[in-house]
């Protein structure tokens, strides 16, 4: 491998193969709070967070009716949605708690902490927020230290009470 990635590069939108683009919208716009920006038909719709373009592309172009892939399949893992702080992740899972949306894991990662769970296609999500760099977990060299810890999930409801 030569080369080094430009420091600025970002991950940008994702698309998603959904089974029924509406069911799909209730629960991205109605569960997490995305916005509605555009409608291709009614196979594919476009949503996001402040604004953008596009975070996250639904459609069901090949997928229309389909099944989730199965367990021990190739394919994306999940995807990660990254909140501005801990309170706006406190919110979306109380917004999850609301609409009896099952939480599949909860982590302390160190550098953050982090909600798992899928969508009604089965696609993996992860929602997180970054902890401040100065408090990222170094070893004895300095190097990151990445862990996985339960993650008080009361104590993260209690954020959105104390707001």
């Known amino acids: 491998m030569s080369g080094v990635i430009h420091p600025e590069v970002r991950i940008g939108h994702v698309h998603l193969k959904v089974a029924d683009v509406e069911r799909a919208l209730e629960f991205y716009c ?5 916005t509605l920006t555009q409608r291709y038909g009614p196979q594919a719709a476009f949503v996001s967070a402040g604004g953008y373009h596009h ?3 639904l459609n069901s172009w090949e997928s229309a009716g389909g099944k989730p892939p199965p367990p ?3 394919g994306l893992y999940h995807v990660a949605i990254l909140y501005p702080n801990r309170t706006e992740l406190a919110k979306a899972l109380k917004r999850l708690v609301d609409h009896n949306i099952p939480i599949e894991g909860a982590a302390d990662h160190g550098v953050s902490e982090a909600l798992y769970l899928s969508d009604p296609d089965g696609n993996g999500l992860e929602l997180y927020w970054d902890k ?5 977990p170094r070893d004895a060299k300095g190097e990151l230290k990445m ?13 959105v009470s104390t707001t």
Not at 147 to 159: C, G, K, Y
């Open 30 to 34: 109605g569960v997490l709070g995305f």
């Open 55 to 57: 975070h996250i592309g």
């Open 72 to 74: 021990r399949a190739t």
């Open 132 to 136: 401040p760099k100065e408090l990222w």
């Open 147 to 159: 862990i996985t810890e339960p993650l008080d999930v009361r104590a993260l409801l209690r954020d």
